[in-house]
């Protein structure tokens, strides 16, 4: 029996193996945000491929929340209307539609990565002012965000609320918060970007004052049933920045809050970071808060193996598996990696006569 294609229940949800594909942008929404027909069709390859959980793309809960002004978005009726027809091809493939909820905070208003320009997108092209805990912007080229006064945190509190309400209206089972890679929540959580000297800075706690609060409020929006994930940094990968010991009490505090996994990656608030990468290089981290925080996790990170992701499984390194590159490259792996695992493929029946 193969550990990675065993079902994991999560609340009222039951995932149908331990794959997920990692959230990772798009940059091909519509105008003000809204999905589009590549959304369906690249979202939808990876449900018939056998992911048992299909999350989308950084979404944004604001559109100044936006990485790109090609982003996603969840943040009125309309976007709601626009990602029901994912959701429901999602679904009717077998797979758990899930929506990372998402500010982009100081790394907001930038180019796509494949356009003419880099860094900041000026406002004569579609770009804004960003936010973020101070007046200091992501590094140099970027724009200058506006500091968050206390009305603004509050705001960004009833914007994920608000987006996770809005989700579940979409048809989207479950709901991630994205607390990693730089962006605003990130930005509060890391002593290297955050400098206030007011409740929402200062010692550890005060920095992770408002991922807690996101926390507690969407949990509250979705109500006891829906599974909420968090995705984190567990590193800065800089010295003085946020590291694992952090992650370890940050987890413990987000399960408190009403967090079911912790979907750990790392990096992306400083560019002097340096990365050790490797195959899992990521899923150590995910084990530790695993068995010190007591809470379920994810491991993403270069796993490309199938066997490498039945042993993190298998081992209890992680509860799930988020493979992000691999299924771009090939949207079909978990249905190869159940063949070679000695699972049973769920290949769509239109497929059947290449299995």
């Known amino acids: 029996?193969?550990?990675?294609?065993?079902?994991?229940?999560?609340?009222?949800?039951?995932?149908?193996?331990?794959?997920?594909?990692?959230?990772?942008?798009?940059?091909?929404?519509?105008?003000?945000?809204?999905?589009?027909?590549?959304?369906?069709?690249?979202?939808?390859?990876?449900?018939?491929?056998?992911?048992?959980?299909?999350?989308?793309?950084?979404?944004?809960?604001?559109?100044e929340g936006r990485i790109s002004p090609q982003d996603t978005g969840l943040w009125s009726g309309a976007h709601v209307d626009a990602w029901r027809p994912v959701?429901?091809?999602?679904?009717?493939?077998?797979?758990?539609?899930?929506?990372?909820?998402?500010h982009a905070g100081f790394k907001a208003s930038t180019y796509r990565p494949w356009a003419d320009g880099r860094g900041g997108v000026p406002d004569e092209e579609g770009g804004w002012t960003p936010v973020g805990p101070g007046s200091e912007p992501f590094t140099a080229g970027y724009r200058t965000p506006t500091a968050l006064d206390a009305a603004g945190v509050a705001g960004v509190v009833d914007a994920f609320a608000a987006?996770?309400?809005?989700?579940?209206?979409?048809?989207?089972?479950?709901?991630?918060?994205?607390?990693?890679?730089?962006?605003?929540?990130?930005?509060?959580?890391?002593?290297?970007?955050?400098?206030?000297?007011?409740?929402?800075?200062?010692?550890?706690?005060?920095?992770?004052?408002?991922?807690?609060?996101?926390?507690r409020a969407v949990r509250a929006a979705v109500g006891e049933e829906v599974p909420v994930l968090a995705r984190i940094s567990a590193t800065d990968w800089v010295e003085?920045?946020?590291?694992?010991?952090?992650?370890?009490?940050?987890?413990g505090e987000l399960a408190a809050a009403g967090v079911d996994l912790v979907d750990t990656s790392s990096g992306g608030v400083s560019t002097a970071q340096v990365i050790p990468l490797g195959p899992g290089y990521q899923v150590p981290m995910a084990a530790r808060i695993r068995r010190e925080a007591g809470v379920p996790t994810g491991a993403v990170g270069?796993?490309?193996?199938?066997?490498?992701a039945e042993r993190i499984i298998a081992d209890g390194e992680a509860d799930l598996v988020l493979l992000g590159r691999e299924l771009l490259r090939d949207p079909y792996w978990p249905h190869r990696a159940a063949a070679k695992l000695g699972a049973i493929p769920t290949w769509p029946s239109q497929y059947l006569r290449a299995a």
């Open 87 to 102: 959701t429901a091809f999602l679904a009717a493939h077998g797979a758990v539609p899930a929506v990372q909820l998402a």
């Open 1 to 63: 029996m193969s550990e990675l294609f065993t079902p994991l229940a999560l609340r009222a949800v039951t995932l149908p193996n331990r794959i997920a594909l990692a959230p990772m942008c798009q940059y091909t929404a519509g105008p003000d945000g809204l999905p589009t027909d590549w959304h369906l069709v690249h979202l939808g390859a990876r449900a018939a491929g056998g992911a048992g959980l299909v999350v989308t793309e950084a979404t944004a809960v604001v559109p």
């Open 240 to 251: 003085g920045g946020w590291t694992p010991d952090d992650s370890v009490v940050l987890a």
């Open 302 to 308: 270069l796993i490309v193996e199938p066997e490498h």
């Open 163 to 215: 987006a996770a309400v809005r989700a579940l209206d979409a048809g989207f089972a479950a709901v991630e918060i994205h607390a990693a890679h730089g962006y605003l929540l990130h930005e509060f959580l890391s002593p290297l970007s955050n400098h206030r000297t007011d409740g929402y800075g200062g010692d550890r706690a005060g920095r992770m004052r408002l991922t807690l609060e996101v926390a």
